[in-house]
């Protein structure tokens, strides 16, 4: 599975950014997708994750209410809307695929897109 992210840059608090990471190579409607992120010197964590179908969705506690994960598996593109972005939320965010719905690994990685959110 390749996996490219995109729709990261540089917002103010309190704005909005939607990232994008269309997948290939593999049968993406069967594969439950994710975000997760990494600030610097900080290990990475879970932010969001969505079922293969989209029905089921879940959340790091730090987002919820904020964010929303979606898919479209016409397109093979896994969404991630952030809203009320926090300075907190700065940090290099990665689109993983086949992600555990209790351990939250994840088998298959994108490059990152950064995140910037200035207060």
């Known amino acids: 599975v390749q996996l490219q992210a995109s729709g990261g840059g540089l917002v103010q608090a309190g704005g909005s950014l939607r990232l994008s990471c269309v997948a290939s190579?593999?049968?993406?409607?069967?594969?439950?997708m994710g975000w997760f992120r990494q600030a610097p010197g900080k290990e990475r964590e879970f932010v969001a994750r969505?079922?293969?179908?989209?029905?089921?969705?879940s959340y790091a506690d730090s987002v919820k209410g904020r964010f929303t994960i979606s898919r479209d598996n016409a397109k093979n593109i896994v969404y991630l809307q952030m809203n009320s972005l926090k300075p907190e939320d700065t940090a290099n965010y990665y689109c993983?695929?086949?992600?555990?719905?209790?351990?939250?690994?994840?088998?298959?990685w994108g490059q990152g897109t950064q995140v910037t959110v200035s207060s």
């Open positions: 993983a695929a086949d992600v555990h719905p209790l351990t939250l690994a994840a088998h298959y």
């Open positions: 190579g593999r049968t993406f409607s069967y594969t439950a």
């Open positions: 969505v079922s293969w179908s989209g029905a089921s969705t």
